[in-house]
């Protein structure tokens, strides 16, 4: 492996990962999928907004469709990213996936190179590989999913980690290593293959860094740790070495936006999330609480605090003031790219949030090819 981190398997520079706006977008826009589940409802038919939320997105020009890893959080359905991407996949034809991401450590480099290579095998040419290096979970699950011996050294060890998975990507382990004769399929060993290009994503300085220093794309958790934001996009800019991958830095930051018919029914929505998020925090997980559930809540003074704090990093409102909250973020970071993450109680808010953003920046509609 190369610095850059595969020079083939990326595609070339540029390639595969810059997107272009639509309609009167300043950037491009995209879809990070948290697959949440309400109140009264199901993972089934979580799952199901997700297949829809893809469709109208690769209907009005969204770039992409990340899902990201959780795990032992009942309000979310996503503790399996590529299995989801492969039913996505299923259902579109021309709309990137990836995820958003996989959270290395707690799986085998191999297992993860097997699983995107089949995708990109599925979808070629669309997939992309995000990779994290948070558990995306509490401690405990986090040992369930590793083994309590791995813990601790998990995350310190992600930069060994990546190279191993970017490795068996390539199929490139030299003479004398252990895997020299392991190799990943879907992949190299059976004839000439793309690869989806990778990522990293972070919500502190050290993946930042090592984007930069590998000239890969990074992508910032915005939409929960605003405060980090313009120090980690400064941090990775300012380490960013060009590489076969990529001539120049591409930052992409997810944001919390949710656009409605009115205020009032934008707020009534975000609340939910704000609600959700306040009990995970707190220990108490659950699914997302309705509306109705949400205003009825007897929040303590703490706990208003926190709920107000959550909700001023997330763009929400009309559909204008939505597009209004977006152009100035995007000019106020400089991202590349901005991922929206709609949390709502149910699939419907969602999905109407996604079709408004792209009406109010008149993005066009095109037909879908998918089966």
Known sequence: MSDSGGAHGQHGRNGSIRGAAQGTATVPLSVLDLVTVGAGSTAHASLRTSVAISRLAESRGYHRHWVAEHHSMPGV??????????????????????????????HAPLAIAEQFGTLEALAPGRIDLGLGRAPGTDGRTAAALR??????????????QLVELTRFLDDDFPD??????????????????GRPPLWLLGSSGFSARLAGELGLPF??????SAAGTLPALDLYRQSFRPSAVLDAPYAVIGVSALAADSDAEARAQVLTGALSMLRLRTGRPGLVPTPQEAAAYPFSPGEREFVNGWLANIVHGTPDEVRTGL?????????DELMLTANAHGGAARLRSYELVADAYDMPVQASTAD
Request: hydrophobic letters at 40%.
């Open 77 to 106: 359905a996503s503790s399996s990213p590529a299995v989801i991407l492969a039913h996505l996949a299923a259902h579109t034809s021309r709309i990137r996936l990836g995820s958003g991401g996989v959270m290395l450590p707690n």
């Open 147 to 160: 083994g309590a011996g791995r813990l601790d050294e998990a995350a310190d060890d992600f930069p060994r």
């Open 176 to 193: 004398g290593h252990p895997y020299a004769r392991v190799h990943a399929v879907p992949g190299p060993v059976q004839g000439p293959a």
């Open 219 to 224: 992508a910032y958790a915005h939409h929960f």
């Open 327 to 335: 152009d100035d973020l995007a000019k106020r970071t400089g991202a």
